[in-house]
Every structure is written in C-alpha cells, then in structure tokens.
Nanobody, 125 residues
Framework: QVQLVESGGGLVQAGDSLRLSCAVS????????MGWFRQAPGKGREFVGA????????VYTESVEGRFTISRDDAKNTVDLQMNSLKPEDTAVYYC??????????????????WGQGTQVTVSS
C-alpha cells in the first residue's frame, strides 16, 4: 500500500520561507512523478508544481515560478517543496501527489493516483 505523508507546514509571515516534505512508502519511489498541489478555503485543488522521476525536470504554476522549488531525494524517498518569499495568497493546505506518467495533464489532480493527507501553510501579512 502506497502512503504519502506531508510535513513542514506552519504559520509564517509574508516574506518568510518554509520547506515542506513528502515521504513516500509502499512502492519504488523512483517510479513516481511527484506533484504538489494546494487548496485554499472555498477553492479547488490547485496545481503548484511537479518533478520527473529522475528529478531532471520540474514545472511550476506561474504564480509560484521563481519562488518555489521542488526537489526529490530517491535515497530518502522524499520530495520537498521549498517555498521562499511567501505571500498571504499562498495560504492553503498543501498536498503531495504521485502518478506514474509525465505529460500535459500534470496540473490535473485527477491524474494523480496517490495523495497525502495535507499540511497547512498559513502566511500572515
């Protein structure tokens, strides 16, 4: 059984940095394309970014481009989301998701087979 567990959320001020981590177990980690999504109150789940199996390529949504960085450590079976220059509009529950393919539907949450429980990030102004 595949399990994803996020950690690292918290309350920070605008301009601060935060690093989220997602630990994956139950299947060979390197077989997964990993994505990060977020969901603010009253809104749908929004794509943040994704990373390929090897970590050689990443993509991000425009609103976080240049501020957020996704990385993965296959030795630790983890994928991290480094968030810098945080803004109040980044406030959301952040989720990591796992899928087996890389393609034009990276932003589509329905294409991800496995999900973590989420971790809350709150950015105060």
């Amino acid at each position: 059984q595949v399990q994803l567990v996020e950690s690292g959320g918290g309350l920070v001020q605008a301009g601060d940095s935060l690093r989220l981590s997602c630990a994956v177990s139950g299947r060979t980690f390197s077989s997964f394309v990993m994505g990060w999504f977020r969901q603010a109150p009253g809104k749908g789940r929004e794509f943040v970014g994704a990373i390929t199996w090897s970590g050689a390529r990443t993509v991000y949504t425009e609103s976080v481009e240049g501020r957020f960085t996704i990385s993965r450590d296959d030795a630790k079976n983890t994928v991290d989301l480094q968030m810098n220059s945080l803004k109040p509009e980044d406030t959301a529950v952040y989720y990591c998701g796992a899928r087996l393919s890389w393609g034009p539907s990276l932003h589509d949450s329905y294409e991800y087979k496995y999900w973590g429980q989420g971790t809350q990030v709150t950015v105060s102004s």
